[in-house]
């Protein structure tokens, strides 16, 4: 289903021949090669297991299917009999490789088993603070789905203790990647209790490729609504969850933070009772708030949320401003050069203006950026939520192509015979040959093909004032320095300049 994970799985029959196997058991398979001992078990606390191999030609392990946990000596062996031994530290939880020998075209499957998984109740806390690979049993809520839900049935539960991603499911049937989620009749608000063992993904804590041990269904449901069809507008304005109640009333809880601008307007009774919200004007940008729907039977309790987005004014900010807002979901309009470009078919660049940089992941739809042209050193306006990677800000959740300016890498003397015109940008890369103010960064540009005055060498897009104003000494450059600067061509009494000179990159002249 998913390469990223190696998961064991044991199951009655393989634990049986596990305990049947000896030191002198010996399982021959194939003429060209054989094995002592095809399942090879090694203890938990760590440990070794030998096995003899006979062949009859030169044999050699396969790579691919050794994990780093487990040593070989030796991984490759000539005709006749050779002691090969298995090695592995100690393990938290049980654990198994699948190995294969090649000799002669022909190949020998060994099986590696360390231990057996022995399953730990815990909290969702408890998982997140415990070691990877072992394996735990979990109860907790659905809460949302995620990505590719219906047929693997990734989602996310919580237990009141902290929250956790479900990779992979078994269905009815055992069977993983087979819409389990239709399988189980599951829905959001139901009660789970699931057995996997964890893995930590991006930071991302799972339980991977679980098998359903319990389900209890929400006493409550939410009815036909789409947080994004009903989103509130900027203006102010009411919308409505439509929910389905098998318990005794319904209770909402708004988080504190959203307090300020969402309030609740209506509820009806019943066992399909409405909840209306109401959101006056936004003079800020795009906000929602996860609000919880509870009720109870007495002995049993559920709870459901909901997101209730409103549409906000796009706030446009420089990259310092950025990097420094929260994370939420206010839409940021950022101007600035694309000063790298980390893959150009996921539209991932790096976003440059005169206050700093900042990565754009996953600009527009798949191919977008290549579609449109861009590359390095186009001057582009992008908006979108402020995001992390690994604690590393970054624009994220498709942050959206605006505009953009195109910018030509071209030489001096070319650039000498374009016309005058602001809205057009070059690219030029030289020797910085004189320096005539180093306060606003006035200077000349030489390459092997002529000489051209820069008027005013600037930090980045977007710097007014005093942010233009000594960068050169603050960026360490000087005189016989290599210089890459944007800007358009202008002539003033009858001198030929580069203006609005935007710094790019510059490097000593040794290097």
Known sequence: MKLRYFIPAFIALVGAMMVSCSDEDTVTLLDEIQVSRSYVPINLEGGEATIDVNAKADWSFEEAGIPEWLTITPM???????????????????????????????????????????????????????????????????????????????????DGTGEIQIYGMADKNGKLANNPVASWGLEIGDVITVEGPKSVYNGITELVDVKVVKIVKSLLKIEGYDPEDATIPLEGGDVTVNL??????????????????????????????????HANANAGGDRSAEVTFKTSNGSQESAVTATINQKGSIVACTVAEFLAADEDATQYRLTGVIQKVTKASSGDFVLRDWSGEVAIYHMGAQGEFESLGLKEGDI???VGQRG??????????GGQYETHIPVTDITVAEFLTKPDDESVYYRLSGQITD????????????????SVYVYGCYPGWGATGDNRKNWLETAGIELEDNLKIIGYKKTFNGKIELCGGIYFSHSKPEE
């Open 380 to 382: 582009i306006t992008v």
């Open 244 to 277: 389905s109640c098998k318990g005794n009333g319904v209770s909402v809880e708004i988080p504190e933070s959203a307090k300020n601008w969402l309030a609740i307007t209506n509820i009806t009774a019943g066992s399909n009772p409405t909840v209306t919200f």
């Open 435 to 450: 320096i005539d103010n180093p306060t606003y960064g006035n200077l000349t540009l030489t390459d092997d093909t002529g």
């Open 76 to 158: 490759e062996g000539k005709a006749g009999e050779t002691k090969v031994k298995f090695s592995a530290p100690a393990a938290n939880n049980g654990r198994n490789a699948d190995l294969k020998i090649n000799c002669a075209g022909r190949t020998q499957n060994i099986k590696i088993i360390q231990g057996l998984p022995v399953v730990q109740d815990a909290t969702c806390a408890e998982v997140i603070a415990g070691p990877e690979s072992k394996t735990y049993r979990v109860t907790g809520a659905i809460t949302r789905w995620a990505n590719n839900y219906e047929k693997y049935g990734n989602m996310w539960i919580s």
């Open 388 to 397: 992390s990677y690994n604690g590393t800000p970054q624009m994220s959740k």
